[in-house]
């Protein structure tokens, strides 16, 4: 029977909770797999023969991704386990020392304005406390096997090999995962398909080795090296060149020289970005402030493209709200971001703008107590800017 190995290292902070959520993390199969489906469901959504009926495209996209992971009626066509030959280090997350502004002002570090759930949180003692969470330390190595339930199925293997791809050059593991924890390398592997898995030499080298990549697990996926022709906003995230944008970022010429460099790194351009001290921030605060004073009606918050909510809170007394979607709490951001190290030792950011619909048809945003309403964002061109932000800023050709 065919099986493939992946040996993988964690490049960084790894959150993925067992039993307990912020305590005694551990690297289990169901969270690998969740993952690996997401980004099997992203590849197969920009598929040539996906439908632009949307209630025939969801139906066609159940049946192809159940076809490979299952559904709770049908099994699994591979399966997916750990294999561990030493416990890995765990470590408490703890803040790093805040930063002082010329003006006096405190700003989180660039790592803990993207990891910043991840700290304790409530007053000891009450039902709301959350102690600092728990996490699996970078350098921690495991193994991922992949095997048919049918003997010989090398077209499930595969395609379940090309969403592991996705997930290691794209993706990440546990919480914060979107926001640059858990990002993992696959640093030894069986020949798989003609798969790449490798460390590449330079931000170049890695931007065709991205490129190459998914065109290829487009292939063993759909059939095909072309894609489907995404016309509107699909009601999911999609990897297509219409509707995706895939970027290698840094602010130094050859790479950070550290994980938690990298961390701090991203993190600082988007706290600035979206800090109310940027031309951006001033905007949206100024505009919601006029907002909740009642001088004007529902503004454009451009800020809120990155993900909601967003607590708005004004000093000396000043009025206080927080922007979340019409229709539920949240919205995750549309920006993955994402740490790879390169063979030189460096690293640098993978950032992926999936520019599916920010909200239902007919949803926009509004207030959390207040219930007034304002208009969801209408393109993505705010992420786009930032990303611009970088020094070192690459596309990847889709």
């Known amino acids: ?77 591979v399966t997916i386990r750990v294999c561990i030959d030493q416990p890995p280090d765990i470590e408490t997350f703890r803040k790093d020392r805040a930063i002082r502004t010329p003006e006096g002002d405190f700003l989180p570090t660039g790592k803990d304005y993207l990891l910043w759930s991840m700290a304790a949180s409530g007053q000891p003692g009450t039902p709301r406390y959350q102690p600092d969470r728990e996490y699996i330390k970078p350098g921690a190595q495991f193994t991922i096997r992949l095997q048919p339930r ?32 858990g990002s993992l390398e696959v640093t030894r592997t069986d020949s798989v398909a003609g798969l790449d898995f490798k460390c590449c030499p330079s931000i170049d080298e890695l931007c065709n080795h991205l490129s190459s990549g998914i065109r290829r697990c487009n292939h063993l ?51 600035d970005y979206r800090s109310h001290r940027s031309r951006l921030g001033q905007a949206d605060h100024d505009a919601v402030l006029d907002w909740l004073e009642g001088r004007i009606r529902g503004p454009q918050i451009k800020r809120a493209v990155f993900g909601l909510p967003i607590p708005f809170r004004y000093s000396e007394g000043g009025p206080s709200d927080v922007i979340i979607p019409e229709q539920g709490e949240r919205r995750a951001s ?15 950011g993978v950032l992926t703008l999936f520019k599916s619909r920010f909200l239902e048809e007919g949803k926009g945003l509004q207030l959390q107590t207040r219930k007034w309403k304002a208009p969801a964002p209408n393109d993505y061109k705010v992420i786009e800017d930032f990303i611009q932000t970088f020094e070192v800023n690459r596309r990847v050709n889709l």
């Open 221 to 271: 996926v759909n059939g095909v090296e072309t894609w489907h022709d995404v016309t509107t906003l699909p009601e999911y995230d999609i990897l297509a060149p219409t509707v995706a944008e895939v970027w290698v970022v840094s602010t130094r010429s050859n790479g950070w020289a550290s994980f938690s460099d990298a961390l701090n790194g991203i993190g600082e351009k988007l706290r």
């Open 150 to 181: 049918t003997p010989q199925d090398d077209t499930a293997l595969n395609k379940a090999a090309a969403a592991l791809w996705l997930l290691a050059n794209l993706g990440g593991l546990g919480a914060r995962a979107n926001r640059g924890a």
């Open 334 to 348: 549309p920006l993955r971001i994402r740490v790879t190290r390169l063979a030189t030792g460096k690293y640098v």
């Open 1 to 77: 029977m065919n099986r493939l190995a992946f040996n993988c290292e964690v490049l960084t902070p790894l959150f993925l909770g067992g039993a307990e959520t912020r305590v005694h993390p551990e690297v289990r199969a169901p969270s690998i797999r969740g993952a690996m489906r997401y980004w099997y469901r992203a590849i197969v959504g920009g598929s040539t023969f996906a439908s632009d009926d949307a209630e025939k495209h969801l139906k066609q996209l159940r049946e192809l991704e159940s076809d490979v992971f299952g559904t709770t009626e049908q099994g699994s066509a």
